[in-house]
């Protein structure tokens, strides 16, 4: 069995030069939900040069998304924190980066409050609305307008400037 999930990663890392960043962004919705779609994503992610900082902090999400299909509550921790660091080093390497603030966004209000990662969710919302307007890509611009509007963490007033925004 473990030489099949070898061969499937070896398989996706090979064919990761022809993966878009669409493609990238469906595998991580699906990530948590499902075990082969996040060794999907983690294979075609795992040979990412280290300075594409977008696909960096994919790769640490889809690092701490293991721990979703893991028993072992060591390997949950080790996965959980090892995707932090990553995700946290991107963000360093470019704080302006909307995706990146909107990948971190989605990973803290999606998991357990006492792994004491939610401390950017009001920061990164503030800031992916601030910067929404200026989004040329509709495809991530789409994405962060839907998650914002059923994520349940945004007031009326964000809701109705998203809408707003979205309508045009």
């Known amino acids: ?25 469906n595998l991580y919705e699906q990530a948590s939900n499902n075990k082969a779609v996040n060794l999907k994503l983690n294979g075609m992610l795992g040979g990412v040069k280290r300075d594409n900082s977008v696909l960096e902090c994919y790769r640490g999400a889809g690092i701490m998304i293991e721990a979703n299909h893991v028993f072992n509550p060591l390997t949950k921790l080790s996965r959980f924190r090892k995707g932090k660091a990553i995700i946290e080093n991107a963000i360093l390497s470019d704080p302006n980066g909307i995706e990146l603030r909107y990948i971190r966004l989605t990973i803290q209000t999606n998991i357990p409050r006492f792994l004491g990662y939610h401390e950017e969710i009001k920061n990164d919302k503030e800031f992916i609305i601030k910067k929404m307007p200026i989004v040329k890509d509709p495809d ?7 998650y914002l509007s059923s994520s349940k963490i945004c007031t009326v007033d964000e809701l ?9």
Do not use: C
Request: avoid cysteine.
């Open 1 to 25: 069995m473990k030489f099949l999930a070898v061969l499937f990663i070896v398989v996706n890392f090979m064919v990761t030069d022809s993966i878009t960043l669409v493609e990238i962004r």
């Open 140 to 146: 991530l611009a789409n994405r962060m307008a839907d």
């Open 160 to 168: 109705k400037q998203i809408q707003q925004w979205k309508t045009k």
